[in-house]
């Protein structure tokens, strides 16, 4: 059952392994972003570019001050978060120091996922996560369409197809927005959130779009 999978999966990020799990966009690969020999692995397993940044993943929206800076209102986090939304912040001195070496800056994921919430509370710190395929490939919607993963991973959790799998915009993955700066904000991925983000970025708290 679903505590027995929570268990196993706990069990095999703390050993260090890279573990599948279903979220609210596309299927996922998680890490315990503390541990840098796990962050490492995942980006072996993408052949990933050492220069793209890793996003960090919580339970709830109160472990976010921990491991990051906030410069705007709890009200409009609690907006937008949990959900397909990835928001970029200046990241805190808590943050693996190894993780995204090359930014201050940290991407924030809570998705509105049961499972995946359930696993970050269960865990000490900050998940790593990314997306589970290989870079520059589809994002996966179901846990056989990455499959050429499976061997490296410590466990696949598969929660079931994830919205419509002959849908291309249910692969879009989460809407990042960049709300480091004060009062604006920056749209560094479209995903699948564009129109609903920004009208609570514009209209509710407005902010502008930073090359206004």
């Known amino acids: 059952g679903w505590r027995e999978a929570v268990t196993a999966a706990v069990g095999a ?55 990051c800076q906030v410069n ?3 009200e409009l986090l609690r907006d937008l978060l949990p959900g397909p939304v990835t928001l970029v912040l200046q990241r805190s001195e808590e943050l693996n120091k190894d993780l995204n070496p090359f930014t201050s800056l ?51 959790i598969d929660g079931g197809p994830i919205g419509d799998v002959q849908s291309p ?10 709300l480091s700066v004060s009062g604006k904000f920056t749209i560094i991925r479209p995903g699948c959130a564009l129109a609903s983000t920004v009208e609570i970025l514009r209209q509710k708290y407005g902010l502008v779009p930073e090359s206004s």
């Open 13 to 67: 990020l703390q050993a260090g392994g890279l573990v599948a799990v279903p979220t609210d966009t596309v299927y996922g690969v998680a890490c315990l972003a503390q541990d840098s020999g796990a962050v490492r692995s995942i980006y072996s397993l993408k052949g990933r570019n050492g220069r793209k940044p890793l996003a960090i993943c919580l339970g709830d929206v109160e472990r976010l001050y921990r491991y």
């Open 72 to 74: 705007v209102p709890d």
């Open 106 to 156: 940290v991407g924030v994921r809570i998705p509105n996922h049961p499972f995946i919430r359930e696993l970050a509370r269960a865990c000490s710190g900050p998940l790593a996560l990314t997306s589970a395929n290989v870079s520059c490939q589809a994002s996966t919607l179901t846990v056989s369409e990455f499959q050429d993963l499976w061997p490296q991973l410590s466990l696949i």
């Open 169 to 178: 915009e249910c692969r879009l993955g989460s809407t990042v927005v960049d």
